[in-house]
């Protein structure tokens, strides 16, 4: 099994690859013996726009070779090339919560935080806590969408590769997560604006860089106030190997201990090998303290697991994670690894 990282937010070392905050991982080689009927590669998340594509193709890799795609939840920097991947590979089928083809999501994390962040076309208009759309282009699920594989209960995709809800809380989620919010879509409806949109980002050179619309829409409101993002849209990859789990999680909003957890409860399978995603240990004024204490727990429950981490773990976070575990690596973009 290989997991190469088309993009993340840190670049790589010596590479011109694109760099942007924004995730994608292409995993192949996934059981040695493969067949036809055995899915033995999945692109796991397109980043935040189609530089994802452009680096495969630098680093020699043919997206069409994927039997499937895979968006972990509906934050943009991981749906935003969306648009971009099915303008050249639509005949792939794209699995995903349910949710995110109906939902918006919002931030309201601090503009100053946010440097080196894809930054929406209207950005310069908010200020700097106003909370901004981060949510997919809901206008891609609008229609007839036979590439999209909605999903809304943890399943197997084969014998040995689960989509896992993670559903255990035993343990603590991000408090980065305090920052993140539901919308309510309002979607467009289709007119002759939008096929004009839509008929451009079909064309090889639309924007592949900048998603040049997002779906409008607005922080969900109850009497008490803006509804909190459940991440009920997020889901894990869990993959049993000889070795044991392989848990790919893209920003662990759900905390890193709880998916685990529920990869082992849905699967059956007890042993952790290897934990690759993002922790989404953002930086603010507690996250030296939050970081020690998922050290702490990881040490007491996981001592031989690797920890593959990058994208939304912070600097200051990453750094005190490779300090105090061994078996801790920070990705980068074009960053591989073999199991
Ligand atoms: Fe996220
Ligand atoms: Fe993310």
Not at 156 to 182: E, H, Q, R
């Amino acid at each position: 099994m290989r997991i190469t990282f088309l993009v993340d937010n840190l670049p790589h070392p010596t590479l011109p690859l694109l760099t942007e905050h924004g995730l994608s991982m292409y995993i192949d080689q996934i059981t040695p013996n493969s067949s036809l009927l055995t899915p033995n590669s999945i692109l796991c998340d397109m980043g935040a726009s189609g530089a994802f594509i452009k680096n495969a193709k630098a680093l020699g890799i043919d997206l069409n070779a994927s039997n499937w795609a895979f968006l972990s939840h509906g934050h943009a920097d991981h749906t935003g090339g969306l648009g971009c991947f099915l303008a050249q590979h639509a005949h792939l089928p794209v699995y995903a919560s349910k949710r995110i083809a109906t939902t918006q999501y919002f931030s309201s994390r601090p503009l100053k935080t946010r440097i080196n962040e894809s930054i929406t076309p209207n950005s310069s208009l908010l200020t700097p806590n106003s909370p901004r759309n981060i949510g997919p282009d809901l206008n891609l699920f609008c229609g007839h969408t036979p590439w999209f594989k909605p999903i809304e209960q943890s399943q197997w995709l084969t014998p040995i590769i689960a989509m896992v809800f993670p559903t255990c809380s035993n343990y603590p989620t991000p408090l980065g997560n305090k920052y993140l919010f539901l919308g309510e879509s309002t979607n467009r409806p289709i007119d002759n604006v939008l096929m004009t949109e839509w008929n451009n980002r079909l064309t090889p050179n639309s924007s592949l860089l900048t998603p040049n619309f997002l779906s409008a829409g607005t922080v969900r409101k109850t009497s008490a106030g803006s509804v909190k993002d459940d991440f009920l849209h997020e889901i894990a990859l869990a993959f049993v190997t000889p070795k044991g789990l392989v848990i790919v999680s893209s920003c662990s909003h759900k905390g890193a201990l709880n998916t685990i957890q529920s990869c082992m409860d849905f699967t059956g399978c007890n042993a952790l090998y290897a934990y690759v995603g993002g922790l989404h240990l953002v930086d603010n004024e507690q996250v030296e303290e939050e970081t020690m204490a998922f050290i702490k727990d990881w040490m007491q429950l996981y001592p031989q697991a690797h920890l593959y981490t990058g994208h939304c773990t912070c600097a200051k976070a990453a750094s005190l994670l490779q300090q105090h575990l061994p078996l801790c690596k920070i990705f980068y973009t074009g960053y591989q690894f073999v199991f």
